[in-house]
């Protein structure tokens, strides 16, 4: 999508509006130039009330409009980031993680500001025009061959402006794939502090090679295309009083103008700098522009499906879950080839504590994920209760049917979306039971805060899926960073308590001490899953 179809499906009457009332400045604005020629040599005797009028009406027009640009600026930066939100939230989970969340921030951040102020560059490209064309008008009535001599040296200008304004392009582009660099950069500088910190020359090394030899990079290509602006700047009112130069030393030296319309034209010039000016400098913003829409397509964000929009049941329980030769693959970092998962064939039922184990890099988490509806099969099928999954309709009921806590969980403050009646009374008694009363208050279905330790984190995403309440528990490594007294509590209460409940129960987990409380140990290596171990082959704690 281009800029201006953008511009006229956000907005077509306000967009017609800010024009109109652009073109109305514009014109009174081309009145009062003529009205001011025509005084200078004598012949505007009694047209001041006129020159006031078009100064009233120059200057309501012209608050009108910008009042109207800045309303449509602040509506399309919400507009956009809204919509890249909910894009966002409908594109496939694995092409949210091959992009990468540097790529997101930088198209929730710079992208959308550049291709707003872009848009906004458009409308106000329309009045500079009208107010240069009322310019020309003018021109063309007081000479057509001065008017051709003038706009053939406008036309070398704009010219020579334009060459060096197409390279001032291409860096713009280059300087967008460093930001995108640096922000991967940003990223590496949050997570790795520790890191860093502890090996020296590590950290100097990533200064130096990666942070500091980016920044450098961009500042380079932006030093540049901000000189090739100044210049086509400079250049550009060089020109003007060129012309200017020529209007009033060399044309007279011909003959056959007289001063009056030497003057008109001196004054139409030199008020048209201002909207030619603007209208060339424009084109920096709007390439910007250009190149951050280019940007926000090149991620590919998917649209919510029209079945999806609208009230959607979810469903409160099931009888049986399959999932019949299903097979996923994609590429590892730094690895050749793709890793393929399956094909898989499993059966799950409500009432059920199933353990999944296996080493790192076997597939567990990419299966989970396959399980729950967060990734989509390449082959086969998911079957609940005897019907398989067809639309995105489907899938996003069944997504409804289960509670996960992922190694790399997100923790949110408040409790989004959970409207129980009992939600306190029952928040509360988790707390106590998960020990974590003396941290953390629930107060108007918020969290009083969620700066805890990682184990206590986890805790707290525990809570949250407790408070969920649904038919199917996922737990990824959730053990892994608690302590023996909570371990044991994980496995000897909690897990057995959500079977009691008749919930489904799936944990991915290492600590073979706890393997015997499994009604079933499935165990996954390379991307196969293995037959099934009998209770008596099961390590048991003491």
Known sequence: ???????????????????????????????????????????????????????????????????????????????????????????????????????????????????????????????????????????????????????????????????????????????????????????????????????????????????????????KVDALSGAIDAANSSWGMLLF??????????????????????????????????????????????????VALGKLDALGLGQEPPELQGSLESPRAFERLELRAITHAYRRDHEDGRFLLGPIDLTLRPGELVFLVGGNGSGKTTLAKLLIGLYSPESGAVILDGKPLTDERDWERYRQLFSSVFVDFCLFDRMLGLERQDLAEQAQRYLERLQLTHKVRIEGGALSTTSLSQGQRKRLALLTAYLEDRPFYLFDEWAADQDPVFKALFYEQLLPDLKRRGKAVLVITHDDRYFHLADRLLRLEYGQLLPEESQALRPHGS
């Open 241 to 290: 009083f060129a012309i200017i130069g020529l209007l009033l030393f060399v044309v007279p030296t011909f003959g056959g103008v007289d001063s009056a319309t030497l003057t008109g034209f001196s004054l139409t010039i030199l008020y048209m700098q201002q909207p030619l000016d603007s209208v060339l400098n424009s084109f920096h913003g709007v390439g910007q522009a250009t």
């Open 1 to 219: 999508m281009n800029l201006l179809k953008m511009l006229l499906k956000s907005s077509r009457l306000a967009l017609v509006l800010a024009v109109v009332t652009g073109l109305a400045s514009g014109a009174s604005s081309a009145g009062l130039l003529a009205l001011t020629g025509a005084a200078l040599v004598g012949k505007a005797q009694g047209m001041g009330w006129y020159f006031a009028a078009l100064c009233a009406v120059a200057l309501l027009a012209r608050f009108a409009s910008h009042a109207v640009l800045n309303w449509m600026h602040h509506g399309l930066v919400f507009q956009m980031r809204t919509e890249l939100g909910t894009r966002m939230l409908a594109t496939p989970l694995r092409r949210l993680e091959e992009l990468g969340s540097h790529r997101l921030l930088a198209a929730l951040t710079a992208d959308i500001s550049f291709v707003g102020a872009g848009l906004m560059l458009l409308p106000q490209l329309i009045i500079h025009l009208a107010i240069l064309i009322g310019c020309l008008g003018y021109m063309a009535w007081l000479s057509r061959p001065l008017l051709l001599t003038t706009l053939g040296f406008m036309a070398v200008g704009i010219a020579t402006y334009m060459l060096p304004a197409r390279r001032s392009l291409g860096l713009m582009r280059t300087a967008r794939e460093l930001y995108d660099r640096l922000l991967k950069h940003f990223d590496t500088l949050s997570e790795g502090t520790k890191e860093l910190k502890m090996h020296r020359e590590r950290r100097l090394a990533f200064l130096r090679e990666d942070l500091v030899g980016t920044s450098a990079s961009l500042r």
